[in-house]
């Protein structure tokens, strides 16, 4: 069964405010009827506030129209994201009075406030659901879409997956990826040969082990799958494995699954903003320059159908290759663009599928645009005129 997911293009027919993605989003807020849904209920908004000095995240614009409508549909809105992030979130332009609602650490401060749930996997036993998230009645889900390097694309799925965990949690998710053995020592006993299969990774993606000398670490983030690494270790020493990979991708759709699950499903509302999509996640703490067009703005109750819209609908533009920071290397056009960038292996659609398997959502969607772009005719600039003194 196919799953709506509102749609609004970054295109413009006329140079007037209505046809503005803040504009569109309120046309998505009404098909979602966010304000009926929300009466009496307590409402957390989860945000991701970046850190240090990006600026490539959700502008406050959005998030007032989000809290705005919760207001006036008599829910109790407050922000959330996790404690270091919020710490300085007035530093890029998140506050009470810009956003109309407070903005909270979602597991309080120092991250001791949360809910432990038991759910084995490779090596996480026990996840840690921020107290905020899920002591509110209703959640709202707005994510910035993104380029990251463990999975190539962040979106819905991680807005929640690593937000909503506490530090430990989220720590344990990315070690998910070095539970699959990866590295045969034993059929590498040269100290020779292991230094040119370190020399051989032209993004330090491989290291010696801090303890063991014999053994080698693999930095899964850095590493685009060139196979470069492999052309020099002896054979059945080194595994650059899609298993691996997966073991991340798998463990977000767990956490979701997690989080989602204190809610009942009609008091969750999901959106991701497809703007300044940027190579790597916002919690670097900087902006660089976008690699995909920004392709606008979406919204859904099946979380599953709109991370698979988002993808699809960016999966169509091209790599902005000319803004690839230069330390990073297009190996592979394979896939989705975002994979060109960061590995073949860290397939972007691995999230929608777990998350789909877990009962989250479907695959299936309607995509429906908010307001069409009209064929592009001429017409008036719309300038809005200065009042007279």
């Not at 204190?262 to 497809?274: N, Q, W």
């Not at 859904?300 to 230069?326: C, H």
């Not at 398997?357 to 005719?377: F, Q, T």
């Amino acid at each position: 069964m196919s799953s709506s997911v509102y749609f609004g293009s970054a295109r413009q027919a006329r140079l007037v405010a209505e046809e503005t993605l803040p504009a569109k989003l309120d046309l998505i807020i009404d098909r979602l009827h966010l304000r009926e849904r929300v009466k009496g209920e307590t409402v957390a908004l989860k945000i991701h506030t970046g850190n240090h000095i990006g600026y490539s995240m959700i502008h406050p614009v959005f998030l007032r129209k989000v809290v705005q409508a919760i207001r006036e549909g008599g829910g109790k809105p407050f922000a959330v994201d996790v404690d270091w992030d919020v710490a300085g979130a007035e530093t890029r332009g998140y506050t009470t009075e810009v956003l109309g609602c407070p903005i909270y650490p979602s597991a309080g401060l120092s991250e001791r406030h949360f809910y432990a749930h038991e759910h084995p996997f490779k090596n996480i036993k026990t996840w840690k659901v921020a107290g905020l998230i899920e002591e509110a009645s209703f959640l709202v889900n707005f994510a910035h879409a993104k380029g990251h390097p463990a999975c190539s694309y962040g979106g819905a799925f991680k807005n929640l997956a690593l937000g909503c965990m506490v530090g430990e949690t989220r720590g344990q998710m990315h070690d998910t990826v070095h539970f699959d053995r990866y590295w045969f020592a034993e059929r590498c006993p040269d100290s020779d040969t292991r230094k040119r299969i370190l020399e051989a990774c032209p993004h330090n993606g491989i290291v010696e082990d801090k303890f063991d000398p014999t053994e080698l670490h693999l930095h899964f983030d850095e590493c685009n799958n060139c196979g470069r690494c492999l052309q020099v270790a002896p054979e059945g020493s080194l595994k650059i494995d899609a298993v691996n990979f997966d073991a991340f991708q798998e463990a977000m759709a767990i956490s979701t699954s997690i989080t989602m699950s204190t809610f009942a499903p009609e008091k969750m509302v999901h959106l991701v903003l497809a703007t300044q999509i940027t190579p790597v996640c916002d919690c670097f703490g900087f902006t660089s320059m976008p690699v995909l067009p920004d392709a606008g703005i979406f919204g859904s109750d099946d979380i599953v159908a709109l991370d698979q819209a988002v993808l699809d609908v960016t999966a169509k533009t091209p790599l902005i290759e000319e803004n690839v920071p230069t330390s990073m290397e297009i190996y592979s056009h394979e896939g989705h663009p975002l994979q060109w960038l960061h590995g073949t292996l860290k397939d972007p659609y691995k999230v929608v599928e777990y998350g789909a398997a877990l009962g989250l959502g479907s695959r299936e969607y309607e995509l429906v645009d908010v307001l069409p772009v009209e064929k592009i005719a001429p017409a008036s600039l719309g300038y809005i005129s200065a009042k007279s003194n």
